[in-house]
C-alpha cells in the first residue's frame, strides 16, 4: 500500500533517522542519515490507477461505512481506499467424486488494508485461532468499524488543526479589579467591673500582705518596716569593792 500512496516508488525502510549527542554543552553534536533514493516499481499511471479502485471501496463498497469519517482542519473530507478480505480457515479432506469427508477449523480473519490521503497508510487485522473460531461468523466490515471507531482519536494526530494566529487588533480584556475585602466592625469594649474588697481585719483579699520570716541574722535595715525588733537592756554596772589601805 506504500507503494501505491508513493505513485509506485519502494521507499526504504528507515527507523533511525539522526542521533544528538551533548546537547546543550561544548561538544554537542548531531548526526543525520543521508536519505536514499527510492525505487520504482509501478508507473505512475498505474498507482494512481489502483488508487482509484481501491477509493471505490470505501466510497461504496465493502468499506463504505468509513466514507467521509476522515476530514482535514478546514472540515474537507480526505480520500480513503482500501481492500478487504476475510478467512474462513479449515482442514477439510475430500473423497472421491469431491465428497466432503472431514473438515477442521483452524482459525477465523478479517483484514482492511487502506490509505488515508496521500501520507498515511496501513493494516488492521483481526483474528481468532482453534477451534473456538468456528463459532464466529464475523467478516472484514468488523476491521472497518474498528479503524472509524479509532479515527476520532487519530485525527487531531494525522491532520492537526494549526494554531490560530493573535489577532492585531485584539485587545487584552483588562481584568476586573478585586473588591476590597470588608473591613471587621471594630468589637465594642465593655468597662470592667471594680474589684469589690471584703475587708478581713487589716487587710482585705484583694491585696493580701505576705508575711515575711524575720531575719535573725540581719541588720535592721534590712528587715520590713512593719516588722520591731526588741532593744536588748543593758544591766546596770556594778561599782568595784573598795580595798583597804595597808
Not at 160 to 177: I, Q, V, Y
Not at 208 to 233: H, I, Y
Amino acid at each position: 500500500m506504500g507503494i501505491l500512496v508513493n505513485d509506485g516508488v519502494r521507499a526504504p525502510t528507515v527507523s533511525l533517522t539522526g542521533m544528538h549527542f551533548a546537547a546543550h554543552t561544548p561538544y554537542d553534536t548531531r548526526l543525520s542519515r543521508k536519505p536514499a533514493p527510492g525505487e520504482r516499481l509501478l508507473p505512475v499511471e498505474v498507482a494512481q490507477t489502483v488508487r482509484r479502485a481501491l477509493a471505490k471501496v470505501v466510497e461504496g463498497g465493502t468499506a463504505g461505512r468509513l466514507a467521509g469519517a476522515l476530514k482535514d482542519p478546514a472540515g474537507q473530507p480526505i480520500t480513503m481506499g482500501g481492500k478487504t478480505g476475510t478467512g474462513d480457515h479449515r482442514f477439510e479432506t475430500y473423497g472421491k467424486g469431491g465428497q466432503l469427508i472431514d473438515s477442521r477449523v483452524v482459525s477465523r480473519s478479517a483484514t482492511f488494508v487502506f490509505y488515508m490521503g496521500d501520507r498515511y497508510f496501513g493494516t488492521l487485522t483481526a483474528v481468532v485461532e482453534g477451534e473456538q473460531a468456528g463459532r464466529f461468523g464475523f467478516t472484514s466490515s468488523l476491521t472497518a468499524q474498528m479503524l472509524k471507531t479509532l479515527l476520532p482519536q487519530l485525527q487531531p494526530h494525522l491532520y492537526p488543526e494549526p494554531p490560530t494566529p493573535p489577532s492585531a487588533s485584539a485587545k487584552p480584556t483588562p481584568e476586573p479589579a478585586a473588591a476590597p475585602a470588608p473591613v471587621p466592625a471594630p468589637t465594642p469594649v465593655r468597662p470592667r467591673a471594680p474589684v469589690k474588697e471584703t475587708p478581713d481585719g487589716s487587710t482585705s483579699q484583694a491585696d493580701r500582705t505576705v508575711k515575711q520570716p524575720v531575719n535573725q541574722g540581719g541588720f535592721p535595715e534590712d528587715l520590713e518596716p512593719n516588722v520591731v525588733l526588741p532593744v536588748p537592756v543593758t544591766p546596770p554596772a556594778r561599782p568595784a569593792p573598795a580595798v583597804p589601805s595597808p
